[in-house]
C-alpha cells in the first residue's frame, strides 16, 4: 500500500510543493493564502497545539468559516490531534456541551488564532494514519442528546481522490465553502478542493444570507463548483 498517497497531509505537502504560489483560499473577494503560506501557518498552529494540547485527542475549533478554520484544521493533524468543529453560529449551550462533551482542554478561537502565528514553526509533523482520529462531528440533535461522532482519517485521501475525479475538479477550479462547518460534507469540500490545487473561495455571510444570494456571489466570484458538487462552469 502506497501510505503517502492515503495520508491526507502527505498529499496535500505534494501540493504545496507542486504549485506554493497558487491561491488557496479567497476570503471576501480577497486572496488570503497561497499553499505556501496555509501550509507555514498551519506548522506554528501545530506548534501551538503540540505544546498546549495536553492529553486530550481533541481540540475545539471555535471559528467561523474563514481562512483560520482551514488552517487550524491542517494543524491539529500536523500535531497529531483531531479537531471539533464548533461553530460560532451554534448556541451558546450547544457549544459549552460540545466542549464538556468531548473533554477539550485547547480551544482555537480567533483570538488565540493570532496568537498562533507567532509561535515557531513545528519541525516534524505527526503521520495521518489510517486508524487515527481526523475529527469529531455532533449531530443535529432534533431527535435527543447531540452524539459526538467521530470519523478517522482511513478513507480521507481515497475519497478526496474519488471526488476529484467525479466532479471534475482541477488547480484552475473555485470551490464555494457553501456549508456550515458544523457539517460533516463541509470537510470533503475542502479536501476535494486542496487536494486538487484549487481555489476555496468563502463568503462571509451568514448561511442565510449565503443561500439567498447564492447566484449572484457564483456569478461575482466565478464559483466553478458549489456544495452539490455541480460544475457550472466549463
Same mark, same amino acid.
Given at each position: 500500500?502506497? +501510505?503517502?498517497?492515503?495520508?491526507?497531509?502527505?498529499?496535500?505537502? #505534494? =501540493?504545496?510543493?507542486?504549485?506554493?504560489?497558487?491561491?488557496?483560499?479567497?476570503?471576501? #473577494?480577497?486572496?488570503?493564502?497561497?499553499?505556501? $503560506?496555509?501550509?507555514?501557518?498551519?506548522?506554528?498552529?501545530?506548534?501551538?497545539?503540540?505544546?498546549? /494540547?495536553?492529553?486530550?485527542?481533541?481540540?475545539?475549533?471555535?471559528?467561523?468559516?474563514? !481562512?483560520?478554520?482551514?488552517?487550524?484544521?491542517?494543524?491539529?493533524?500536523?500535531?497529531?490531534?483531531?479537531?471539533?468543529?464548533? /461553530?460560532?453560529?451554534?448556541?451558546?449551550?450547544? $457549544?459549552?456541551? =460540545?466542549?464538556?462533551?468531548?473533554?477539550?482542554?485547547?480551544?482555537?478561537?480567533?483570538?488565540?488564532?493570532?496568537?498562533?502565528?507567532?509561535?515557531?514553526?513545528?519541525?516534524?509533523?505527526?503521520?495521518?494514519?489510517?486508524?487515527?482520529?481526523?475529527?469529531?462531528?455532533?449531530?443535529?440533535? +432534533?431527535?435527543?442528546?447531540?452524539?459526538?461522532?467521530?470519523? /478517522?482519517?482511513?478513507?480521507?485521501?481515497?475519497?478526496?481522490?474519488?471526488?476529484?475525479?467525479?466532479?471534475?475538479?482541477?488547480?484552475?477550479?473555485?470551490?464555494?465553502?457553501?456549508?456550515?462547518?458544523?457539517?460533516?460534507?463541509?470537510?470533503?469540500?475542502?479536501?476535494?478542493?486542496?487536494?486538487?490545487? !484549487?481555489?476555496?473561495?468563502?463568503?462571509?455571510? @451568514?448561511?442565510?444570507?449565503?443561500?439567498? @444570494?447564492?447566484?449572484?456571489?457564483?456569478?461575482?466570484?466565478?464559483?466553478?463548483? +458549489?456544495?452539490?458538487?455541480?460544475?457550472?462552469?466549463?
Amino acid at each position: 500500500m502506497d +501510505t503517502k498517497a492515503n495520508d491526507i497531509l502527505s498529499v496535500l505537502h #505534494g =501540493i504545496i510543493l507542486k504549485y506554493p504560489e497558487q491561491v488557496a483560499v479567497v476570503e471576501g #473577494g480577497k486572496d488570503v493564502l497561497t499553499y505556501q $503560506q496555509l501550509w507555514s501557518q498551519a506548522l506554528r498552529v501545530a506548534g501551538h497545539v503540540e505544546t498546549n /494540547g495536553g492529553n486530550s485527542p481533541f481540540v475545539g475549533l471555535k471559528l467561523p468559516k474563514s !481562512a483560520s478554520y482551514i488552517v487550524s484544521m491542517i494543524g491539529c493533524w500536523m500535531a497529531g490531534k483531531a479537531f471539533v468543529p464548533i /461553530g460560532t453560529d451554534l448556541p451558546k449551550a450547544r $457549544q459549552e456541551y =460540545i466542549l464538556r462533551h468531548a473533554d477539550i482542554s485547547l480551544c482555537i478561537d480567533n483570538d488565540s488564532f493570532i496568537e498562533n502565528l507567532s509561535c515557531p514553526l513545528k519541525a516534524e509533523i505527526a503521520p495521518c494514519l489510517p486508524h487515527h482520529p481526523a475529527y469529531m462531528i455532533y449531530s443535529s440533535g +432534533t431527535t435527543g442528546t447531540p452524539k459526538g461522532i467521530l470519523v /478517522g482519517h482511513a478513507g480521507l485521501s481515497n475519497l478526496a481522490r474519488c471526488q476529484r475525479r467525479t466532479f471534475g475538479v482541477t488547480r484552475q477550479s473555485r470551490y464555494l465553502f457553501f456549508l456550515s462547518v458544523n457539517f460533516d460534507a463541509s470537510i470533503s469540500d475542502i479536501l476535494v478542493t486542496l487536494t486538487s490545487g !484549487a481555489t476555496l473561495v468563502i463568503e462571509p455571510l @451568514s448561511q442565510e444570507e449565503l443561500a439567498s @444570494s447564492l447566484y449572484d456571489v457564483i456569478e461575482k466570484r466565478k464559483i466553478s463548483h +458549489t456544495a452539490r458538487h455541480a460544475t457550472l462552469t466549463g
